[in-house]
């Protein structure tokens, strides 16, 4: 199944069960699932609603931290859980402008706490309530992250585990060789959900021209927009082996704990089922850029220096 959920943070702020009920969910279809570091369950909880008998994909997201040995341990103990990827996200040194967050001064609930973060948060204490320049999360999340991140990166978590490294956030075709370059095993096409740079591009807009310069040397998954089974299939004829979906899975675990998140799941694969006997297409293999009718004016042009 070409349909995988996205590392998304704090789930139990949808439902009691968060990541548990969307892990239990994605197992039932056989999709799989990228847990988030921000999540609000343990990784090894989330793990094993993901039973290798299910052959649901059970991948761990990572953002590289200050603390260089608080993501080591992170990243070990995915490893040791049984998840068979890393993902590490690459276009977030900070977090973008979200008014909403600062007017509502949003921070993580009382009740809720960052489970994978659990010592760090116990030994620099919460983040502040209420904060006075906005969100009290954004500050606690700047806090965390290392922002000098550079392409070395790669180098150094393969020298942590044995896993391969996936890197999330690649919107032009010259950064995509250049995460290849560094070691990368996957790209993963996304513009982390438009919540980070006003103005970027469609991850979708983008799919076709990284997938040109990767040229089939690496898996590209792609996350952003995707809402039906008909978006599935054209990331998929775009050049995606696989797509990733955030937002519908929040809204089902939100209105129906793993059940909603199951129905979302098993929506979106029966339309894809159904768009490709529609086509005459057997697989997903056979799915390419022939059976989309071009946009007008031809699409998204990138500047040559990022080609």
Not at 7 to 22: I, K
Not at 106 to 113: M, R
Not at 124 to 139: D, K, L, N, T
Not at 210 to 239: F, N, S, Y
Request: some cysteine; aromatic content about 4%; overall charge neutral.
């Amino acid at each position: 199944m070409p349909i995988l959920i996205a590392p998304m943070a704090m789930q139990r702020m949808c439902h009691p069960d968060g990541e548990l009920a969307v892990a239990r969910a994605a197992a039932s279809v056989g999709s799989g699932m990228i847990l988030s570091t921000m999540s609000t369950a343990p990784l090894a909880d989330v793990a094993e609603e993901l039973p290798s008998s299910t052959h649901a994909l059970k991948w761990f997201q990572v953002y590289v931290l200050s603390r260089r040995d608080v993501t080591a341990h992170m990243v070990k103990e995915a490893e040791a859980a049984g998840y068979t990827a890393i993902v590490v996200t690459v276009d977030a040194p900070r977090l973008g402008k979200r008014d909403i967050d600062d007017k509502l001064h949003f921070d993580i609930p009382p009740h809720l706490s960052l489970a994978n973060l659990k010592a760090l948060q116990e030994e620099a204490g919460r983040p502040a309530s209420g904060h006075s320049q906005g969100s009290g999360f954004a500050a606690y999340f700047t806090s965390l992250i290392d922002p000098s991140l550079t392409w070395d990166c790669i180098a150094w978590l393969k020298s942590v585990t044995r896993l391969p490294i996936l890197v999330k956030g690649v919107l032009a075709p010259d950064d995509a060789r250049a995460a290849i370059r560094a070691g990368s095993d996957g790209i993963v096409v996304s513009n982390h959900g438009g919540r980070q740079l006003d103005g970027t591009p469609s991850a979708l807009d983008v799919l076709p021209h990284v997938a040109a310069a990767v040229a089939g040397r690496v898996p590209i998954l792609m996350d952003g927009g995707v809402r039906r089974g008909t978006d599935v299939l054209k990331c998929l004829a775009l050049g995606a082996s696989a797509v990733l979906i955030g937002r519908p899975v929040l809204w089902g675990l939100t209105l129906g704990g793993e059940e909603g998140v199951r129905a979302v799941l098993s929506t979106m694969r029966a339309e894809l089922e159904l768009s490709m006997a529609l086509l005459g297409v057997a697989s997903v293999q056979g799915l390419n850029r022939d059976y989309l009718v071009p946009p007008m004016g031809g699409g998204l042009v990138l500047p040559a220096a990022r080609m």
